[in-house]
Nanobody, 125 residues
Framework: QLQLVESGGGLVQSGGSLRLSCVGT????????LAWFRQAPGKEREFVSA???????AYADSTKGRFTISRDNTGNTVYLQMNSLKPEDTALYFC???????????????????WGQGTQVTVSS
């Protein structure tokens, strides 16, 4: 099991930047695929980005080129650097992790067993 706690959300103007962090507690953090999802009011949870144990990454088309995911296995932390933020990026951002996800299932939230409580990101226009 992996416990995840997100931080770093807040209010930012359009075009600004934020860096989200997610700290994991539990064993074998380096083995886990870690991902960020987001959910806006009235919408389904959507994939943002993921990073596998071998540091291969994936991004949603809407965030590619603006967001960067990275991990620090020594500190049991995964980061999401968000640049050029837009009002449509406003959502509750969740960190998720699982040790058994294959490449083709990275974007499927149902595949992740471990979730944080979320951190709110609000982008004003």
């Amino acid at each position: 099991q992996l416990q995840l706690v997100e931080s770093g959300g807040g209010l930012v103007q359009s075009g600004g930047s934020l860096r989200l962090s997610c700290v994991g507690t539990g064993s074998s953090f380096s083995r886990y695929t870690l991902a960020w999802f987001r959910q806006a009011p009235g919408k389904e949870r959507e994939f943002v980005s993921a990073i596998r144990y071998n540091r291969n990454t994936a991004y949603a088309d809407s965030t590619k080129g603006r967001f960067t995911i990275s991990r620090d296995n020594t500190g049991n932390t995964v980061y999401l650097q968000m640049n050029s933020l837009k009002p449509e990026d406003t959502a509750l951002y969740f960190c998720a992790g699982d040790a058994q996800i294959i490449q083709s299932q990275l974007r499927n939230p149902v595949q992740y067993k471990n979730w944080g409580q979320g951190t709110q990101v609000t982008v004003s226009s």
